[in-house]
């Protein structure tokens, strides 16, 4: 699999802004997964070839998906190794095509891609902003789940 890093030049449209923003607000909430070394790693691709990462802390999973087809898919969280049973809130942190519909129910777009911060009903996640500066990374629908699958190689190397 291929993962990589597409430059571009500011200034840029709106729409390419826009994205790598969505990317950058996501950023704080997703780096205390991949860093702490008290998460628990899983990968799956579900049989609608939907790539699925999950870092897991017992109260808390961080779940980064794409979907690696041109058409639209969808995934049930339930039951996908490293995500906890029902009952637990979901806070969607990245939205690049891939919306949560019922709670656990993820619905993308052709190569859409998403990030999600799972929560159990006595701890639900924090809706604060982040406190961090704004970082511009380009980010289109392809582009964003390169990034997601740049996260998870990268993540992957230090299991």
């Known amino acids: ?12 449209t709106a729409d390419i802004k826009s994205s790598a923003s969505q990317l950058a607000l996501a950023l704080p ?19 609608q070839r939907i790539d699925v990462g999950t870092w897991a802390n017992g109260n808390m999973t961080l779940v980064l ?22 009952g637990w809130h979901v806070k969607q942190i990245l939205n690049s095509s891939g919306t949560v519909v019922d709670g656990s129910t993820i619905l993308f777009q052709p190569v859409g891609s998403g990030a999600f911060i799972l929560s159990s009903s006595n701890s639900p996640t924090s809706t604060s ?7 511009v ?17 990268l993540a992957r190397s230090f299991y």
């Open 137 to 153: 990374l380009p980010l289109t629908p392809c582009f964003a789940v390169n990034i997601i699958f740049t996260i998870v190689t």
């Open 129 to 135: 902003k982040p406190s961090r500066a704004t970082i």
């Open 1 to 12: 699999m291929f993962a990589g890093i597409v430059s571009w030049s500011d200034p840029t």
């Open 29 to 47: 909430f997703i780096t205390p997964f991949l860093f702490s070394p008290n998460m628990i790693y899983s990968q799956y691709t579900s049989p």
């Open 65 to 86: 998906a794409a979907n690696l087809n041109y058409a639209n898919e969808s995934l049930d969280l339930v039951g996908i190794p490293g995500v906890p049973g029902k």
